[in-house]
């Protein structure tokens, strides 16, 4: 079966610019839990969404935001870009949100110069 | 402190060894207990997952969790050089979904 599809895998954005990232999940998922991942803060939680709703969020600042579509396919948007938003974004997807369920996709990397 | 302790490594084993893994947590309220593989320049893998205090095994692969002491760990037995990469600890809190990471320890198993 496919697997978790993040697009693009690789992006490079200015400063103050804003992004767009996409994440499919595997037929029959509806969560869709998105962590960023930087070298000195690791991965970290930023939100959850389920059939539609975000369920978790996670301490970023409202500047990044998501939604999830009837299809289960989500969406994470960073505006007004910082250079330490510099991480690569990952997305997970399971059938009910459940850690030990997880498939996580294999990533957009994103630069913010 | 960091919810999620790890010590960053690298851990070096030679081939055949037994890798262990340790990994503390702060809050007492953690439910449930993740350890990850991330190869270099790939995504988070699950090997393991914990509930309840003592050990589960998995092939070559143990986690062992004290609530009390709030640790858990991973032993990697027979290990092969194909197991070096980041190993990642993450929890969950209470009934939330949300995963709480360590910042992963490296290993480095020597052929």
Known sequence: KAGVTQTPRYLIKTRGQQVTLSCSPISGHRSVSWYQQTPGQGLQFLFEYFSETQRNKGNFPGRFSGRQFSNSRSEMNVSTLELGDSALYLCASSLQGDPDGYTFGSGTRLTVV | ?111
């Open chain 2, 1 to 111: 402190q960091k919810e999620v302790e790890q010590n960053s490594g690298p851990l070096s084993v030679p081939e055949g060894a037994i890798a262990s893994l340790n990994c503390t947590y702060s809050d007492r309220g953690s439910q449930s207990f993740f350890w990850y593989r991330q190869y270099s320049g790939k995504s988070p893998e699950l090997i393991m997952f914990i509930y309840s205090n003592g050990d589960k095994e998995d092939g070559r692969f143990t986690a062992q969790l004290n609530k009390a002491s709030q640790y858990v760990s991973l032993l990697i037995r027979d290990s092969q050089p194909s197991d070096s990469a980041t190993y990642l600890c993450a929890v969950t809190l209470d009934s939330s979904y949300k995963l709480i990471f360590g910042s992963g320890t490296r290993l480095l198993v020597r052929p």
